[in-house]
């Protein structure tokens, strides 16, 4: 006996179910996508002192061309 599922609801039913969560789950990798490349512009902007900083502690600059910086900076 071969059944019909469309005739009891089942099809319909199910199916516009499936692509609600479908397109819920769509939007919501979208949102989270946004947010995400939103966040990493913000983030990733130093300051300028920040940046003095890293190139003192990377030895690109001496103590007193550091002070002299900061200074200008302030």
């Known amino acids: 006996m071969i059944h019909d599922f469309s005739m009891h609801g ?5 199916g516009w179910l499936i692509s ?3 397109i819920g789950i769509f939007i919501w990798v979208l949102i989270k ?3 995400r ?5 913000t983030t990733g902007s ?3 002192l920040d940046i003095l900083k890293e190139r003192y502690a990377k ?3 001496n103590k007193e061309e550091f002070e002299e ?4 900076l302030s």
Do not use: H, Y
């Not at 089942?10 to 199910?14: K, L, Q, V």
């Not at 910086?69 to 200008?72: A, G, Y």
């Open 20 to 22: 609600l969560i479908l």
């Open 10 to 14: 089942w099809g319909i039913g199910w």
């Open 33 to 35: 996508v946004f947010i």
């Open 59 to 61: 030895g690109e600059i």
């Open 46 to 48: 130093k300051n300028p």
């Open 37 to 41: 490349t939103g966040q990493s512009k």
């Open 69 to 72: 910086r900061k200074k200008d």
